[in-house]
T-cell receptor
Framework: GQNIDQPTEMTATEGAIVQINCTYQTSGFNGLFWYQQHAGEAPTFLSY????GLEEKGRFSSFLSRSKGYSYLLLKELQMKDSASYLCAVRGGRDDKIIFGKGTRLHILP | KAGVTQTPRYLIKTRGQQVTLSCSPISGHRSVSWYQQTPGQGLQFLFE???????NKGNFPGRFSGRQFSNSRSEMNVSTLELGDSALYLCASSPNRDSNEQFFGPGTRLTVL
């Protein structure tokens, strides 16, 4: 089966950098996604990794190591609006499904 | 281009009733997935539809069913509602099955009393 683990909550300070880790177990890995979800809103797409390495997109970067079953989302120059849940999701398994982790709730302090 | 729309946005039902939720994907998108989101379990995969065919199904009981129409609109149905079915039901669309981004609708908040 597929399994995804990420921390439940994290706290960081405005202007700082935070790294949200995600570990996964799946057969037939076919991509890893990060989504942002503000309270009461739908998830919005942040990044997609299918090859090892770092993908940078503005203040957000996502890293993948397929051999370790590990990814992280790096948020730089944190802003108050970055307070949200960050969802790690993996496509894989026998049926090529997209399965989500339970999300990491990020609190930004002024 | 209009986003994913879901109707209704809010719904209150009682145990034993059934409910039908609707999802209209972004124009041109052919793949629609449904998820149930609860505080304790997070986002859980329900179904994936592509070209009117169910391509994948999550680990939910047979009370949960769905379908997709020729215009890619999708519906999901839950019969014999239980208290534990109270959740946010999210629909996501993508152009194709192997697209690397899903676009989520605002969700339908279902409360079962």
């Amino acid at each position: 089966g597929q399994n995804i683990d990420q921390p439940t909550e994290m706290t960081a300070t405005e202007g700082a950098i935070v790294q949200i880790n995600c570990t996964y177990q799946t057969s037939g890995f076919n991509g890893l996604f990060w989504y942002q979800q503000h309270a009461g809103e739908a998830p919005t797409f942040l990044s997609y990794n299918v090859l090892d390495g770092l993908e940078e997109k503005g203040r957000f970067s996502s890293f993948l190591s397929r051999s370790k079953g590990y990814s992280y989302l790096l948020l730089k120059e944190l802003q108050m609006k970055d307070s949200a849940s960050y969802l790690c999701a993996v496509r894989g398994g026998r049926d090529d499904k997209i399965i989500f982790g339970k999300g990491t709730r990020l609190h930004i302090l002024p | 281009k209009a986003g994913v729309t879901q109707t209704p946005r809010y719904l209150i039902k009682t145990r034993g009733q059934q409910v039908t939720l609707s999802c209209s994907p972004i124009s041109g998108h052919r793949s629609v997935s449904w998820y149930q989101q609860t505080p304790g379990q997070g986002l859980q995969f329900l179904f994936e539809y592509f070209s009117e065919t169910q391509r994948n199904k999550g680990n939910f009981p047979g009370r949960f069913s769905g379908r997709q129409f020729s215009n890619s609109r999708s519906e999901m149905n839950v019969s014999t509602l239980e208290l534990g079915d109270s959740a946010l039901y999210l629909c996501a669309s993508s152009p194709n099955r192997d697209s690397n981004e899903q676009f989520f609708g605002p969700g339908t908040r279902l409360t079962v009393l």
